[in-house]
């Protein structure tokens, strides 16, 4: 069997399995699937970019994802009423002044020698500055925070279109992915993952406390979105006509055709993403990453320069995870900082990478769709399984309350012996790169 014969039987009995979803259980779950399995792709083909290109070993996906939401609010949502003039400028010129005090701590000692002069130097202009800091930061933002807490509370956004939100999810993540690239990337692979996933951690919990920033835990709601609200939909007379003509009552009608506007969208994204993918893996430049990857001591020696090549391909996987985050947290309407969990942002993702094919974009994508369908029905798939494996016991019987029980921790051990299976018989996995 060709390898395009494969792939394609591959990715038509995934599609089959969406299929089977919508007709056995409903389409607006079959939708769903497809939205966030669109979405878990691109989050695949981010973290294929650094780890099957380069060998970088990043475990805080989480973080980078979570930057992209952030940017959904920061660009698309309108600003608070007053919030600006609150303390919208005395919270800008605290930060000015804090990364001034760090870099003028980074001047002072490269330009002094080594001495006590220069760490009392150091020592007193980072004091001084966080004072300073603190003196202009926390009156503001208590102001700001002051403003309607129950519904803002927040500086809220630039109240651009919510497409444009996107690309600036991954501008913000990859900007922050240089400054963690320029001092985490020269550690040790498994240095260098402790590093990321702490990073990640750190951005969270700065997302979660920081109110004034986009709520914290309050979450910011009522987000813009790109497809009509469904509750316009059925109003208008049309469209009820029309899904009257196919079937579907309105209600039904409006939610499937809101979640294929965001398909279609979530899809242009995808290809766009992955033709870009696929030309960068076999250019030059592809080839080169692949070298450093296999043996950066025979790359450096042929004159490359492995530490800058590490940070520019770290700073594009991060960007395509920040657009896969903005893209779902304009899905969801909603940014909750809570929901950011490494076992969903992290080890799923690389569940997909693993089983799709380190390495291969297209592996990346199926892994997207395919783990992403298990993630989804696994539960409900072992529920009715443990249903009928307890169908002959008495009910309150010790053994059947705990197979039942157990029914929410299916999807842990699926994705465990998923990984088994890969890795025993088919360990560059099922699309393996070439």
């Not at 399995?37 to 996906?61: D, H, K, P, R, Y």
């Not at 835990?217 to 987000?223: A, F, I, P, Q, W």
């Not at 296999?294 to 790359?299: C, G, K, P």
């Not at 080890?347 to 199926?366: D, Q, R």
Request: hydrophobic fraction near 55%; glycine fraction near 12%.
């Amino acid at each position: 069997m060709s390898d395009s014969v494969r792939n394609t039987m591959y990715f038509a009995g995934v599609a089959l399995l969406i299929i089977i979803t919508g007709f056995v259980q409903s389409w607006n779950t079959a939708l769903f699937i497809l939205n966030f399995g669109l979405i878990s792709a691109i989050m695949a083909l981010g973290v294929n970019l650094q780890w099957g290109f380069a060998g970088l070993f990043n475990v805080g996906i989480m973080g980078f994802v979570a930057l992209g939401g952030l940017a959904t609010v920061l660009v698309s949502m309108p600003a608070t009423p007053g919030a600006w003039q609150a303390g919208g400028a005395s919270v800008i010129g605290a930060l000015v002044l804090g990364a001034a005090t760090v870099v003028a701590a980074v001047i002072l000692m490269t330009k002094m020698k080594a001495s006590k002069l220069r760490s009392f130097s150091v020592f007193g202009v980072l004091v001084v500055g966080f004072f300073v800091y603190r003196g202009l930061f926390d009156p503001a933002v208590g102001f700001i925070e002051e403003i309607d807490p129950a519904a803002t509370g927040y500086l809220g956004g630039l109240g651009l279109p919510v497409l444009l939100a996107w690309p600036a999810g991954g501008l913000l993540a990859a900007a922050v992915a240089w400054l963690i690239g320029k001092t985490a990337l020269g550690l040790r692979s498994d240095y260098l993952a402790i590093a990321t996933l702490g990073i990640s951690e750190i951005i969270i919990a700065v997302m979660k406390n920081e109110d004034w920033l986009g709520r914290g835990v309050k979450n910011v709601v009522g987000l813009p979105r790109p497809a009509p609200y469904e509750v316009d939909l059925q109003s208008n007379a049309a469209f009820i006509e029309r899904a009257n003509g196919l079937g579907f009552d309105a209600v039904t009608a409006s939610t499937l055709w809101v979640k294929l506007i965001y398909a279609g969208l979530f899809t242009v994204v995808l290809v766009i993403l992955f033709v870009m993918a696929q030309r960068a893996l076999h250019s030059p430049w592809g080839r080169m990453m692949r070298a450093i990857r296999d043996n950066e001591f025979a790359a450096e020696a042929m004159g490359k320069n492995v530490t800058a090549r590490h940070l520019q391909i770290f700073v594009l996987g991060s960007a395509v995870c920040g657009i896969a985050g903005a893209m779902m947290t304009t899905l969801d309407g909603q940014l909750t900082p809570g929901t950011y969990q490494p076992l969903r942002f992290t080890f799923l993702i690389w569940v997909m990478v693993i089983v799709g094919g380190s390495g291969s974009n297209l592996g990346s994508v199926l892994g997207g769709f395919l783990i992403w369908w298990l993630w989804v029905m696994v539960e409900p798939m072992g529920s009715v399984l443990m249903n009928f494996v307890t169908y002959g016991m008495a009910d309150g019987y010790w053994l059947k309350n705990h197979l039942l029980e157990s029914v929410a921790h299916m999807r842990l051990l699926t994705m465990g012996l998923v990984l088994l299976l890969v890795l025993r018989f088919s360990p560059r996995g099922l699309i393996p790169e070439k």
